[in-house]
């Protein structure tokens, strides 16, 4: 199975070339984030003619997730369990859910599609929904492994955060003075590790980021961050035998200004492969 993760900044405005690059890379399952529409003004007809199913989230032009496969998808979920929501000046339990994730089962990976809250800036109620937002992943992730320790656990997307200082080119994110680089963000990161899951990517590819603004000519400058992750559980993560952060997708006609990272998975028997990369915690 090829898994690719691409937060594509609308998918209307990009369809043909999400569509050309999934054709063209072989890809098998593709999670989308950021897909900025209704679940029924997706361009459903468009993916199906190249072959794939598609699950769609979205309220509105802002958020949306999706996940596209060439096997049909089951189980599929709009949130994960305790989820919060967010709304602006709305305080207590029921904000409502924003369209960030969406999880199903496809060739036996559970593929979690996940758009993490930007945080906005340090201080900014958006920041706290989005370390309670990444809480309630851990929760979720921790209480799933300890229940089935055996899944092929692949939780994708774009995460908004940049774990270390090798993540981070931009000059205009600073610490003390940003999201996506503050101490409890990145705290928060490594939480989801010590709940059972790896960088599957980081080990094959361990330089390269996945974001570049638009402005002050960051791509050009490799002014990027790595923020977009393929998060596997020990499962997927034995089953990994490549690995791709494809930074020519920056490049060309109205471009997202993230990248596609992908992984190659051999889900038959992993154990059997005495030569494979051991990538897991």
Request: with cysteine; glycine share 8%.
């Amino acid at each position: 199975m090829r898994l690719a993760t691409w937060n594509v900044n609308s998918v209307r405005a990009r369809v043909d070339r999400i569509i050309d690059f999934a054709v063209r890379e072989s890809i098998d399952v593709l999670a989308m984030q950021e897909i900025k529409c209704k679940a029924e003004q997706f361009p459903f007809e468009m993916f199906e003619d190249a072959g794939y199913h598609v699950e769609a989230h979205g309220f509105s032009q802002w958020n949306g997730v999706a996940i596209a496969s060439r096997e049909q998808l089951t189980d599929v979920e709009h949130a994960f369990p305790g989820m919060p929501g967010f709304e602006k000046d709305h305080a207590g339990p029921d904000a409502p859910q924003e369209a960030r994730a969406i999880g199903a089962t496809v060739g036996g990976v559970r593929v979690w599609s996940l758009y993490v809250p930007n945080g906005r800036s340090l201080g900014d109620p958006h920041y706290f929904y989005k370390l309670e937002w990444l809480s309630a992943l851990q929760q979720y992730t921790s209480e799933t492994l300890a229940t089935t320790p055996d899944l092929a656990l692949a939780l994708t997307g774009d995460f908004n955060i940049a774990p270390t200082d090798a993540d981070n080119g931009d000059p205009a994110v600073v610490q003390g003075f940003a999201t996506h680089i503050s101490p409890p963000e990145r705290e928060a990161f490594a939480a989801l590790e010590s709940a059972g899951l790896t960088d599957v990517v980081r080990p094959l590819v361990p330089t390269g980021f996945t974001y570049w603004d638009y402005k002050q000519l960051r791509f050009p400058r490799n002014e990027g961050m790595r923020i977009d992750f393929i998060l596997g559980s020990h499962a997927l993560a034995t089953a990994v035998t490549g690995a791709a952060i494809h930074r020519n997708e920056r490049k060309g006609k109205a471009p997202s200004d993230h990248v596609p990272v992908v992984v190659d998975l051999d889900l038959a028997s992993p154990e059997d492969d005495d030569d494979r990369p051991m990538i897991f915690g």
